[in-house]
């Protein structure tokens, strides 16, 4: 279980770090993606990925969202998933509604 993201903001640079509090390191996963989805639409408007955007803070990820990357406000869906050393991807860390706010 994590701390989710609670909300991001409209064309604005952004950074959020993900910790796993189940006694796991980043360094303990192969692979970590950041998914932003329109809800419910089934493929992604926006993905991460380790190694774009994702990248690994000690014991967290950290993840980069571009100003040019949420050009829309409003309520959106999200998840974080990682993969094990084996490849195999996980359950999602986090996964639920997101707000992302006007900026003017």
């Known amino acids: 279980m ?4 609670e909300h991001l903001y409209q ?3 952004q950074e959020f770090l993900t910790a796993l509090t189940t006694g796991e390191s980043a360094a303990d996963f192969s692979a970590a993606k950041y998914e932003l989805f329109e809800e419910y639409a089934a ?3 926006l993905t991460k990925a380790l190694g774009n955007g994702i990248e690994r ?3 967290e990820f950290k993840t980069t969202i571009n100003k040019d ?9 999200h998840q974080f998933t990682v993969s094990n050393q084996l490849n195999q991807e ?5 996964s639920g509604s997101v707000k992302i ?3 003017r």
């Open 11 to 13: 064309e604005r640079d």
């Open 90 to 94: 996980l359950p999602p860390i986090f």
């Open 69 to 77: 990357e949420l050009k829309k406000a409003g309520m959106f869906f």
């Open 101 to 103: 706010k006007e900026v």
């Open 2 to 5: 994590t701390k989710q993201c």
């Open 57 to 59: 803070v000690g014991e």
């Open 43 to 45: 493929v992604p408007f």
